[in-house]
């Protein structure tokens, strides 16, 4: 079966430092794709980034970068010297190109990362 | 580009009285999702449509969730008649075709239910 799991469900940090949100997803597909999301008060979720399964190269994108290990199934985020702005609920998901190759995304629970000044 | 439309942003109801939510997707996306996102939880998807038809509708409460997107473009989900377990947000999401693109969202209708 498919799941998305974010053990962690919310993160303090002071402004500067650096944070991890964990991901953890199980899927029988060997093509699959993985997304995060960002989730701020105001409510719609905004995409961050997508991952196929046969690309497990590290990305960075400014202050954000993301692991992605299929060997311990996990695509873990990272924010580099966080700021206040970046206060929000963050998504981990999945979506399966065979069992369900309709684009339907399963989310995990969420983290929500509290960024104090 | 306008995003993901959807209204109203907020909505109040007593149990057993229905509701009707509106979404327009982003112009020329032909994949539209309803997703369901209970406080503390991450969005389940309710319906998915390509163009005007369903393409899975497995997890939609069908004795009191319907959903319509009649020209292939906006789309109504309705409850009738709801209950205190229906509070939540109500997600809209576009994409340009089903697969593996992931989905742009709308803002939300946050319904509760007294």
């Known amino acids: 079966a498919q799941k998305v799991t974010q053990a962690q469900t919310e993160i303090s940090v002071v402004e500067k430092e650096d944070v991890t949100l964990d991901c953890v997803y199980e899927?029988?597909?060997?093509?699959?794709?993985l997304f995060w999301y960002k989730q701020p008060p105001s409510g719609e979720l905004v995409f961050l980034i997508r991952?196929?399964?046969?690309?497990?190269q590290n990305e960075i994108s400014g202050r954000y970068s993301w692991n992605f290990q299929k060997s311990t199934s996990s695509f873990n985020f990272t924010i580099t010297a966080s700021q206040v702005v970046d206060s929000a609920v963050y998504f981990c998901?999945?979506?399966?190109?065979?069992?369900?190759?309709?684009?339907?995304?399963?989310f995990g629970q969420g983290t929500t990362l509290q960024v104090k000044p | 580009e306008a995003g993901v439309a959807q209204s109203p942003r907020y909505k109040i109801i007593e149990k057993r009285q229905s509701v009707a939510f509106w979404c327009n997707p982003i112009?020329?996306?032909?994949?539209l999702y309803w997703y369901q996102q209970i406080l503390g939880q991450g969005p389940k998807l309710l319906i998915q449509?390509?163009?005007?038809?369903?393409?899975?509708d497995s997890q939609l409460p069908k004795d009191r969730f319907s959903a319509e997107r009649l020209k292939g473009v906006d789309s109504t989900l309705k409850i009738q008649p709801a209950k205190l377990e229906d509070s939540a947000v109500y997600l809209c999401?576009?994409?340009?075709?089903?697969?593996?693109?992931?989905?742009?969202f709308g803002q939300g209708t946050r319904l509760t239910v007294v």
């Open positions: 999401a576009s994409s340009p075709r089903p697969g593996t693109l992931g989905a742009f």
């Open positions: 899927t029988r597909d060997t093509t699959y794709y």
């Open positions: 991952r196929n399964s046969f690309d497990e």
């Open positions: 998901a999945l979506s399966e190109a065979v069992t369900s190759n309709t684009g339907k995304l399963i």
């Open positions: 112009s020329g996306h032909a994949t």
């Open positions: 449509f390509q163009n005007n038809g369903v393409v899975d």
